[in-house]
């Protein structure tokens, strides 16, 4: 409770010419990204969903929401990926900017699975929707199931799902506990856990503000986790060792 408290009553300084070109020129520049690559999606995703056609334009998207405010990325532990192998993407959450350095950055094809609520937002809950993406209402256990064996139909031939095990973004920077739902899924099929560890977007944009700051954000591809060893009774355990990789690089 303190850390939120004193993180919601911190004022970020922001420099006020960067302040204007963020909400005067930045954010329009994004608005018009964002509908172009929402109809874009929407128009096209029935015809060829998991293809880099499709997944061209978000992944531009991803990149220009980071280039324009000056957020330079830098990505490490590629060679970690077996291209050919759908995952259990599993990370920290640090700031909104760490969905678009994965569309921008991150080398496969990919669903997230995302809260319900985000499906009403005009355009982009449509959008996401016409892409594969799981939204899951986490207060309604019948709905949850559903929203995982949808993610089941989607985790074959390369594609991977991205999940925040957090369940949130983080007030203070730091790892939070994990919930256990991306586990289940991992072991319920047996896929491998690819976890990854995102820095420097709280410094960026933490969850406090709108505001954004010019810097850099590093993303760590740690190596994959065989979840066959934990099975069926040392779940937590798994739980454990993919949040000590995952907090191994902050």
Known sequence: MFLVLKYKHMKPKVNPLFFIYQWFVAFPVMLVITVFAALFTIVFSPFS???????????????????????????TGIENIDPKQSYIIAGNHQSWYDIFVLYGWLPVIFKWIMKAELHKIPLIGKACDSAGHIFMNRSNPIEAKKSLEKAEQQLQH???????????????????????????????LQLPILP?????SFHCMPRTTFNVKPGLIEVQIHRPIDVKPYLPDHIQELIQTTWNDINSAL
Not at 61 to 73: A, L, T
Request: include cysteine; glycine fraction near 10%.
């Open 158 to 188: 390369g594609v991977s799902v991205v999940i925040f095990p957090e369940g949130t973004r983080t007030y203070s920077g730091k790892l939070q506990k994990f919930k256990r739902g991306a586990f289940h899924l991992a072991t319920d």
């Open 196 to 200: 990854f560890t995102i820095k420097g």
């Open 49 to 75: 969903p998991n293809s880099n056609f499709v997944y061209a334009p978000v992944r531009w998207w991803g990149r220009m929401f980071c280039y324009v405010v000056f957020i330079r990325v830098k990505i």
